[in-house]
């Protein structure tokens, strides 16, 4: 009884650990996934941005954005998608508890892997590179 006090959470039914490990383990694994994907591409799009512009420049050293522009960008501008991916729900708890295949794609690590990466890291250079092109033109 002590531990149950003492641990940020505790299961008081054994029935209860079904939802919590197919439903909230499932949805937590794919949040983190792509949440933390969607930060790298944001990171990687303003990095994109800057070497397109030095190359575009003759190599200047002059960095196209300022650290207030920046801030903007990544909190302001970037805030609702990161808030659609962390409230995103993909399939209800019902088909979860009818489909156990659906945990099966998170065991195999499918949502965060090389693949997925690279997929993310194309949409950043062609971000940057449509971002450049229309402010250039």
Excluded at 38 to 56: E, N
Excluded at 67 to 88: A, E, K, N, Q, R
Aim: charged fraction near 15%; aromatic fraction near 16%; include cysteine.
């Amino acid at each position: 009884m002590q531990a149950s006090l003492a641990a940020d959470f505790s299961v008081t039914r054994f029935c209860d650990i079904k939802k919590l490990i197919i439903w909230h383990g499932r949805l937590s694994y794919k949040r983190s996934a792509s949440l933390s994907q969607f930060v790298v591409h944001r990171g990687m799009i303003i990095s994109f941005i800057q070497a397109i512009f030095t190359c575009l420049y003759f190599f200047v050293t002059i960095p196209i954005y300022n650290g207030y522009l920046i801030l903007g960008y990544s909190t302001i501008y970037t805030c609702l998608p990161v808030f659609s991916l962390v409230l995103d729900e993909d399939v209800s708890l019902r088909q979860v508890n009818r489909f156990p295949a659906l945990y099966k794609t998170i065991q195999k690590g499918r949502s965060l892997n090389l693949k997925t990466f690279l997929i993310w890291t194309w949409k950043s250079i062609y971000q940057a590179c449509l971002i450049m092109f229309v402010a250039v033109t």
